[in-house]
């Protein structure tokens, strides 16, 4: 069966570089969820698309951005990055918001050095 | 604030233990309940979802239980094995317009041969 895929698995950047995070829900699923896992830490909910419109923003900060495209997959735009922005970064999608499970992707491991 | 408790945060066990995790929440509000399992770098296994209808859910050798008047929800694993090392995470899931996942810190269960 299909998952959730995420590009790229890992990432290296340097201070004040911009990532782009990118997430391909399963086939079907109109949701999309981004998820923020520092070290030894739980997952922290950044933001949430449904049929492509933003439907709840968590702890993200201002200089992250995030859109749904029309093919549903995601992206989410991180500028001006800082050395506590180095996680684990999970997408997850699901169907509908009033959700069954949410399916979770691999993640992608940002280092920011 | 809506907040996820699991108790404890390490456990260790020999193989074969019939073992309980546990999972508290503070608002019982709840739309549904899940629990995932996490190897160490590694992303997020969906293992049961309740939802606030039911009592329970099986798979194979995992039950999860949910009472919500109590705000607690359980991971019972019969006869433990070495391959069930990894960290637990539960997770509640409030609907609404938000859908995200709020989660616990998880029990890293280790099963000793």
């Known amino acids: 069966a299909a998952g959730v895929i995420q590009s790229p698995r890992h990432l290296i950047k340097e201070k004040r570089e911009t990532a782009t995070l990118k997430c391909y829900p399963i086939p079907r699923h109109d949701t999309v969820y981004w998820y923020q896992q520092g070290p030894g830490q739980d997952p922290q909910f950044l933001i949430s698309f449904y049929e492509k419109m933003q439907s709840d923003k968590g702890s993200i900060p201002d200089r992250f951005s995030a859109q749904q495209f029309s093919d549903y997959h995601s992206e989410l735009n991180m500028s001006s990055l800082e050395l506590g922005d180095s996680a684990l970064y999970f997408c997850a999608s699901s169907l509908g918001l009033r959700t069954d499970t949410q399916y979770f992707g691999p993640g992608t491991r940002l280092t920011v050095l | 604030k809506q907040e996820v408790t699991q108790i404890p945060a390490a456990l260790s066990v020999p193989e074969g233990e019939n073992l309980v995790l546990n999972c508290s929440f503070t608002d019982s509000a709840i739309y549904n309940l899940q629990w995932f399992r996490q190897d160490p770098g590694k992303g997020l296994t969906s293992l049961l979802l309740?939802?606030?209808?039911?009592r329970e859910q099986t798979s194979g050798r995992l039950n999860a239980s949910l009472d919500k008047s109590s705000g607690r929800s359980t991971l019972y694993i019969a006869a433990s094995q070495p391959g069930d090392s990894a960290t637990y995470l539960c997770a509640s899931n409030y609907g609404g317009s938000q859908g995200n996942l709020i989660f616990g810190k998880g029990t890293k269960l280790s099963v000793k041969p």
């Open positions: 309740i939802q606030s209808s039911q």
